[in-house]
């Protein structure tokens, strides 16, 4: 399952995504409708989900703010706005690394991507780890 960050769940970019994601895309808003959700009580929402990739452009409240752990990953993409049409096509990039190619891969991590580079911290590890990925 991908649940999409309520700052990116735009129709149109979950629809791109789940045409070639085998599994669920929802957004954050449907796991607790009705409610407004904090970004701090995500990580906690997400451990009641199976396996679930959340995916953010909010790097700042999620990027070395939020614990990694065993029951889910948070993918933070390095986008502005006027440009979340470039989302898709960098998940699925994401996604075809061999770190990330499968949810128990990406079980544990809290990932940064961009257009130049990976980096993710994992459970328990020490530093962060970068990938040097995309082409310059």
Same mark, same amino acid.
């Given at each position: 399952?991908?649940?999409?960050?309520?700052?990116?769940?735009?129709?149109?970019?979950?629809?791109?995504?789940?045409?070639?994601?085998?599994g669920r895309v929802v957004s954050i808003t449907a796991l607790r409708s009705?409610?407004?959700?904090?970004?701090?009580?995500i990580p906690t929402l997400l451990q009641r989900m199976r396996q679930p990739?959340?995916?953010?452009?909010? /790097?700042?409240?999620?990027?070395?703010?939020?614990? &990694?752990?065993?029951?889910?990953? !948070?993918?933070?993409?390095? #986008?502005?706005?006027?440009?979340l049409s470039e989302l898709p096509p960098l998940l699925r990039r994401l996604?075809?690394?061999?770190?990330?190619?499968?949810?128990?891969?990406?079980?544990?991590?809290?990932?940064? /991507?961009?257009?130049?580079?990976?980096?993710?911290? &994992?459970?328990?590890?020490?530093? !962060?780890?970068?990938?040097? #990925?995309?082409?310059?």
């Open positions: 399952m991908i649940i999409f960050d309520e700052n990116v769940h735009q129709q149109r970019l979950m629809e791109t995504v789940a045409a070639w994601y085998h009705g409610t407004i959700i904090r970004d701090d009580a990739t959340f995916m953010t452009t909010n /790097v700042t409240d999620f990027w070395r703010r939020v614990p &990694a752990h065993s029951r889910y990953s !948070i993918v933070c993409v390095a #986008l502005p706005n006027n440009r996604f075809n690394v061999s770190e990330f190619k499968t949810k128990a891969r990406r079980m544990g991590k809290v990932v940064r /991507v961009s257009h130049r580079q990976i980096h993710y911290y &994992a459970m328990h590890a020490e530093h !962060i780890i970068h990938i040097r #990925l995309w082409p310059v």
